[in-house]
């Protein structure tokens, strides 16, 4: 099979996501899949999207066109989504691979589509210690590529795409499509006269912000008034909040934990600078969106996406370590012209990355099946 087949009716689109947006740890990969799905339903594709249960968000839902249904948790979310393909014999799948994928492959009588968001080489350990680490690396490196073999896959970033080609997946089968941005909202906010930092995304370990705090606490004395601002939550908040109270900067590290959307526009347009610190992004949506508002992002070179989002001594830095990540910061902070300069460059070119280039780009790919059979 080459091509969706349906029969002249609608073609039904499954997309299996362990999280939707609504969940409370949902982030940008969540949002990317779900525009995605809305554009798609937009277009005529019959979309489903199955995802873990949760107690912010009902079981079944409509959303701009796509039905949700969320089952099981964490773990039997991957169950449930093997039941969904039998029970709903969609004519094409897009299995989302956090990590772990649902291995629909093995069940599946349509095309299936793999979209990695980024490699998670560097996670497995520090979330679920050594051995467990080990098992979910193998099964993420080895195991998958091999079920996968002949499916086509998707990303977000050349960088995982390199990262794929080298755990086997040939470059041919692989497809980038970028994630858009939406134009920045209008916003009362005007950079601050004190300086500010600004972090958005999900609290976890992986995402890192004790760096964001360090580096506070590190230029604290060149920059009394500067201040952290952290807008996202997550099950790592008290530790954030104890790693300032231990570095001395609690009075000025603000955790707004989840806002608003256009609250966290409001933060990020009075900010000076937008930190990523997070070992690995697939992309880095933040960081368009603070591009949308002439806010540069720094982030660390090794993080993999973040080198496709952040056009380095462009529209930001791409920092070697830690301590080229206060460096970075600090230069920034004390020439407020190049940050300047930095801005309306990621200003110009967020305004270029909308999301009707992606979707379209998303339903060329899905409607190609197996590259073998």
């Not at 508002?293 to 920092?319: F, W």
């Not at 998303?362 to 197996?370: C, K, L, T």
Request: glycine fraction near 10%.
């Amino acid at each position: 099979m080459t091509d969706i087949e349906c029969n002249g009716a609608r073609p039904h689109l499954l997309l299996l996501n362990w999280r939707d947006t609504s969940h409370p740890e949902g982030g940008g990969s969540e949002r990317y899949l779900e525009r995605m799905a809305e554009g798609l339903a937009s277009r005529g594709y019959r979309v489903t999207m199955h995802c873990a249960a949760h107690d912010q968000a009902p079981a079944d839902e409509w959303r701009r066109g796509v039905r949700i249904r969320r089952r099981g948790n964490r773990l039997t979310v991957y169950l449930r989504g093997l039941q969904a393909v039998l029970r709903t014999r969609p004519d094409v799948i897009v299995d989302v691979q956090n990590g772990i994928p649902f291995f629909s492959r093995l069940v599946a009588r349509c095309p299936v589509h793999v979209l990695v968001h980024h490699v998670h080489r560097e996670q497995w350990q520090p979330v679920l210690g050594e051995r467990l680490g080990r098992i979910g690396w193998w099964i993420e490196s080895r195991l998958a590529p091999r079920i996968y073999r002949g499916c086509r896959y998707l990303t977000v970033s050349l960088s995982t795409r390199d990262e794929l080609v080298r755990l086997g997946v040939a470059p041919e089968r692989i497809t980038v499509i970028e994630p858009g941005v939406d134009p920045a909202p209008a916003t009362h906010a005007e950079p601050d006269e004190d300086p500010v930092l600004a972090v958005v995304g999900r609290l976890v370990p992986h995402k890192r912000v004790e760096h964001a705090i360090d580096v506070l606490a590190r230029l604290a004395e060149q920059w009394p008034k500067l201040r952290l601002e952290v807008v996202g939550q997550g099950w790592w908040a008290e530790n954030l909040r104890r790693h300032a109270q231990l570095r001395g900067v609690e009075d000025r590290v603000t955790l707004h934990g989840w806002v608003e959307e256009q609250d966290k526009h409001e933060i990020l347009a009075r900010s000076a600078l937008h930190l990523c610190p997070s070992v690995k992004e697939g992309w880095g949506i933040s960081i368009m969106e603070a591009a949308g508002h002439g806010v540069p992002s720094i982030a660390y070179r090794a993080a993999g996406g973040v080198t496709d989002s952040i056009v380095h001594d462009e529209t930001g830095l791409l920092a070697e370590d830690f301590e080229d990540l206060v460096e970075c910061v600090a230069t920034l902070l004390r020439d407020g012209e190049l940050r300047a300069t930095m801005g309306a460059a990621g200003r110009a070119r967020a305004r270029k990355l909308g999301w009707e280039r992606g979707i379209a780009a998303f339903e060329r790919a899905i409607s190609r099946g197996y590259l073998v059979p």
